[in-house]
C-alpha cells in the first residue's frame, strides 16, 4: 500500500531529525552532510503526505456535517466538500509525482560537451552558438559556468568546447538536451543562398565527485607540454599544458586554458572523472526502459534530437514533435518552456507506465 510506505517515509524523516539533534552527529561534519542531503530529499514527500492527512481528516468531518440532515448545514457544508476534494486531489497528484522514481544524477552539477559535426566551418559557427546558448541560460538563472576548454577555429567557430555549469539540479535541467542537434540555415560563406545542413553533437554529464568515482594515480599517465594557439601560436613559455590518459578505459583529456599546470590538471581530471560516470550511466541505460532511453536517450552521440529551422523561424524537438518559433529568443538561451516540455512529457509518460500509483 502507498500509504504504508509513506507512514515508513515519514517515521524515518523524523528519526533523522532526532538524530540530526544528537551532540555526536553535530560534532561529525560528514554525517551533518548526509543527513541534511536525505532529509533535502525526503522533506518535500512527507510534508505534502502531512498535508493530505490533515485534508482527509477535515474532509471528513465537512461530510459528516453536510450528511447530519441539518438542511442549514448541508448547503454550507458541501461547499466546503467541494474545495476539500479539490485540494485533496492536487495534494494527491504532487505526491505521486514526489513518489516517481529519481534520477540519482539530477542533483548534480554538469558538464556539457558540445562539438562540431557534418558541415565544415558552418558547423563549427552552430557549435558556438549552442554553447553561447547554453552561457546564456545558465546566466539567466545564476548558474556559475565556465569554459573550461575551447578549440576555436579563427573565425568565431568552435571545433569542441567543454563547459562546467556548477549549481545544484543543473542536471536535472539539461539532460535532455544530450543528442544531434541540427541547423538548417544559409551560412554566411555561401554566395549562391543554397540552405545547408549541419550538425553539432551535445553530451551532457553529471558532475562527478571524487566519492562518485575514484581514480587510481597508478591507472593515469599525466604528460605535460607548452600550449599553443590558434595557429600554433605560443600561448605561454612555459610547459603548462596537461594530457590525462586513463589506462583502464582508454580516455584521453588534454586541457591548455590555464596558464597554472595545476589548474589545467584540476580542469583535466574533473573532466575524466565526469566521462567515466557517463560511461557507467550509459551502461545502465542500456539495461533501462524505452521510455527513459528515448527522452533522456542511451548515452549514444548519434541520435538526433533536435533541428533549428532559421529560414522558418522554427525550432523542432523530434522526441516529443514539439514546434517552438523565435530562434533568436532559443539561442539567446530563452530555452525554458522547451525544458519544462520535455521533462512535463517524460514525467506524464513515466506515470503514465507506473500506472495508477495513488496513495489511498
Known amino acids: 500500500m502507498i500509504d504504508a510506505k509513506l507512514i515508513e517515509i515519514a517515521a524515518q524523516y523524523d528519526a533523522m531529525n532526532a538524530e540530526l539533534l544528537r551532540p555526536e552527529t553535530a560534532a561529525d561534519p560528514a554525517a551533518l552532510k548526509r543527513l541534511g542531503k536525505e532529509l533535502a530529499q525526503i522533506e518535500p514527500v512527507v510534508s505534502t503526505w502531512r498535508d493530505l492527512s490533515g485534508i482527509r481528516k477535515e474532509l471528513a468531518e465537512a461530510l459528516e456535517m453536510r450528511d ?9 457544508a458541501q ?11 492536487e495534494l494527491i497528484e504532487r505526491l505521486r509525482v514526489l513518489l516517481l522514481p529519481r534520477d540519482p544524477n539530477d542533483e548534480k552539477s554538469v558538464i556539457l560537451e558540445i ?51 556548477a549549481s545544484r539540479g543543473a542536471y536535472s535541467r539539461l539532460k535532455f538536451e544530450a543528442g544531434v542537434h541540427r541547423v538548417q ?14 550538425t553539432a553533437t551535445v553530451a551532457v554529464m553529471p558532475e562527478a565527485e571524487e566519492v562518485d568515482i575514484e581514480i ?68 545502465a541505460a542500456a539495461t533501462e526502459s524505452a521510455l527513459r532511453k528515448s527522452m533522456v536517450g542511451s548515452g549514444e552521440r548519434s541520435e538526433k534530437v533536435r533541428t533549428y529551422n532559421f529560414p522558418q523561424d522554427r ?3 523530434h522526441r516529443i514533435g514539439l514546434d517552438l518559433h523565435n530562434l533568436p529568443g532559443v539561442m539567446d538561451g530563452d530555452i525554458d518552456k522547451l525544458i519544462d516540455a520535455l521533462s512535463n512529457t517524460y514525467q506524464a509518460q513515466l506515470l503514465a507506465s507506473l500506472g495508477d500509483g495513488s496513495p489511498a
Request: aromatic letters at 2%.
Open 79 to 89: 461547499e466546503e466538500v467541494r474545495k476539500l476534494e479539490s485540494r485533496e486531489n
Open 216 to 283: 587510481d594515480e597508478k591507472d593515469i599517465r599525466v604528460d605535460v607540454y607548452r600550449s599553443t594557439g590558434h595557429g600554433g601560436q605560443s600561448v605561454n613559455t612555459t610547459d603548462s599544458a596537461v594530457r590525462i590518459t586513463h589506462m583502464p578505459s582508454g580516455l584521453v583529456v588534454a586541457i591548455q586554458d590555464e596558464k597554472s599546470q595545476i589548474k589545467n590538471k584540476a580542469k583535466a581530471m574533473a573532466i575524466l572523472r565526469s566521462r567515466l560516470l557517463d560511461r557507467e550511466r550509459a551502461k
Open 115 to 165: 562539438r562540431a559535426g557534418t558541415g565544415g566551418d558552418e558547423a563549427k559557427l552552430f557549435a558556438a552558438e549552442l554553447l553561447r546558448m547554453y552561457l546564456r541560460f545558465a546566466e539567466r538563472h545564476r548558474m556559475p559556468a565556465e569554459v573550461l576548454h575551447a578549440e576555436e577555429n579563427g573565425i568565431g567557430g568552435i571545433g569542441e568546447a567543454i563547459v562546467e555549469i
Open 68 to 76: 447530519s440532515g441539518d438542511d442549514e448545514m448541508h448547503d454550507m
Open 315 to 317: 525550432l523542432t524537438d
Open 185 to 198: 540555415r544559409i551560412p554566411v560563406t555561401e554566395s549562391s543562398g543554397r540552405i545547408h545542413t549541419s
